[in-house]
């Protein structure tokens, strides 16, 4: 276990915020950085934000150069993480399918498909025959939306979420990492234009860098520093049923009919909603969005029909207008933050946090993530992932 | 779900109703002699407060209309309802219930990850 001390009087880094991102950022910057004065500030436990809610759907098949890079720098990170943190991720590459049901649909992913395979990755177009191979359960043509073909991805997977956080968290605290939980960070303190630390519930706390890393928290701390982000905090919601022997050994999304499913080791169906249509920070969301998604998955999977619901929960995500990440300095010298990975950030810890850590560290981000910069929503060079994002937004 | 009270047709489920996002933000004057980054303010920044947040909707499934509603985002208990016509209530009729802004509130959040 990793320990859990009293804040001392100041760090080098702060982290805000204990989840994945956070803990890994942590992590690089005592691994590959050489700075270990770091606290990581968590207000609750760790991992217990949205690295705890999410439906751990790891893939990078994102359209642009820029996503590509930076969501595969992570899936890389990924194959080798539960040996380099010496702790069991419980990473299971068993494929990431995209379903198209439209012709629409066909011509935006076999184009996704062929900016993919320039970029390197290892999307493939599936016809419904191979999806049938893949996953007999399916009902590929007695429904609205027929099933026309597929992205599948086969080094996609799914990671165990709570493993991310811990492993993070014991290899940062061995090389002198202080992990605070419990600790809730009130406001951001600078003086003209240069952080100096945060007011949090154990007291002020002094630092050289305070990085951010809250998601759907991350505007309001920024507000307390007097800095705007451009985003928007909503529910995200999920949901697993009771457990079953297994019958889905891929993860199936579907952005057109809004449903995404795969099966846990333990056996449950791992499901994700949508967001609530309504900026909120109440961590439950609407019925009615886990009543559409549910209708969309028995119907492209009627045997799922009689099953039962174990749990639902929500987290609040941050929304950024382009549905890609920010993180960048901004202009209050010493801050910096990692945000606006909206409803699909987990698949992208190790990579966000190890380009994060470079950020902080160096001052100037690395080349993975130099496009994700706040300037984008003035300069408009935006990162438009609407189209690869999974949950619409 | 919350329930919306909408001034036309009276209470319905907030899934009769669209988000329309932050309300009262105007289009600036002049375009034009704005630079790059004020633009990027008025297009891609928007408030997200958590607490008292002033926000527009439209009962899509209903009468059409679009008002404005105050709402706390801590808790999505709405505050008040008023007409595209009437004026922006001051904040200071409102009780803000978070002792910090990204604190949870005593009942409502939904958050049990946090020791209230």
């Not at chain 1, 899936?75 to 702790?87: A, D, G, I, M, P």
């Not at chain 1, 968290?169 to 303190?189: F, H, P, T, W, Y």
Request: hydrophobic residues 35%; glycine residues 10%.
């Amino acid at each position: 276990m990793w320990e859990s001390p009293e804040p001392k009087k100041g760090y080098d880094v702060i982290i805000v915020g204990g989840g994945g991102h956070g803990l890994g950022t942590a992590y690089y910057l005592a691994k590959e950085h050489g700075i270990k004065n770091i606290a990581v500030i968590e207000k609750g436990w760790l991992g217990g934000g949205n690295t705890g809610r999410n439906t751990t759907i790891i893939r990078s098949n994102y359209l642009w150069n820029e996503s590509a890079n930076l969501y595969d720098h992570s899936v890389k990170l990924w194959e080798n993480l539960s040996e380099e943190l010496n702790f069991n991720m419980m990473f299971s590459q068993r494929g990431v399918m995209n379903l198209a049901h439209n012709e629409h649909d066909i011509k935006e992913m076999k184009r996704r498909i062929s900016a993919n395979r320039l970029n390197g990755l290892d999307t493939q177009w599936v016809d419904t025959k191979q999806i049938k191979e893949l996953v007999p359960i399916m009902n590929t043509e007695n429904l609205r939306y027929p099933v026309l073909g597929a992205a599948f991805q086969p080094r996609g997977g799914v990671a165990r979420h709570d493993a991310v956080a811990w492993g993070y968290a014991l290899r940062s605290n061995e090389m002198g990492v202080d992990i605070i939980q419990n600790c809730e960070v009130k406001d951001i303190k600078t003086d003209n234009h240069k952080v100096e630390g945060v007011n949090t519930s154990k007291g002020f706390i002094r630092a050289n860098k305070v990085a951010v890393v809250a998601s759907g928290h991350t505007s309001v701390l920024a507000q307390t520093a007097g800095v705007r982000l451009p985003l928007q905090s909503r529910p995200l919601q999920a949901l697993v049923s009771e457990p079953i022997k297994p019958v889905i050994n891929t993860v199936v999304m579907s952005n057109a009919v809004h449903a995404y499913v795969s099966q846990s080791d333990k056996g449950e169906l791992v499901i994700g909603a949508g967001t609530d249509g309504y900026n909120s920070f109440t961590q439950r969301g609407g019925y009615d969005v886990i009543e559409e998604t549910v209708r969309a998955i028995v119907e492209l999977y009627p045997i799922f029909g009689k099953m039962k619901m174990l749990r639902q929960w929500g987290g609040i995500v941050d929304i950024c207008p382009d549905a890609s990440p920010i993180i960048s300095k901004c202009e209050v010298k010493g801050l910096y933050f990692n945000c606006g990975w909206g409803t699909g950030g987990f698949k992208a810890t190790p990579g966000s946090a190890n380009v994060f850590a470079h950020t902080v560290a160096k001052d100037e981000p690395h080349k993975i993530n130099e496009a994700f910069n706040l300037e984008r929503f003035s300069n408009g060079r935006l990162i438009d992932e609407h189209g690869a994002a999974a949950v619409a937004h | 779900m919350i329930l919306i009270n909408c001034p036309y047709c009276g209470e319905r489920e907030q899934s009769e109703f669209t988000n329309g996002g932050e309300a009262h933000v105007i289009r600036p004057k002049d375009p034009d002699a704005l630079n790059d980054k004020d633009w990027g303010q008025y297009v891609f920044y928007r408030s997200n407060p958590k607490g008292i947040f002033y926000e527009r909707w439209v009962h899509s499934h209903g009468c059409r209309k679009w008002f404005n509603a105050v709402r706390d985002t801590s808790t999505d208990t709405i505050l008040k309802i008023y007409k595209l016509t009437d004026n922006k209530p001051d904040i200071s009729e409102f009780q803000n219930t978070l002792e910090s802004p990204s604190g949870e509130p005593a009942v409502g959040s939904g958050n049990f990850a946090v020791k209230k």
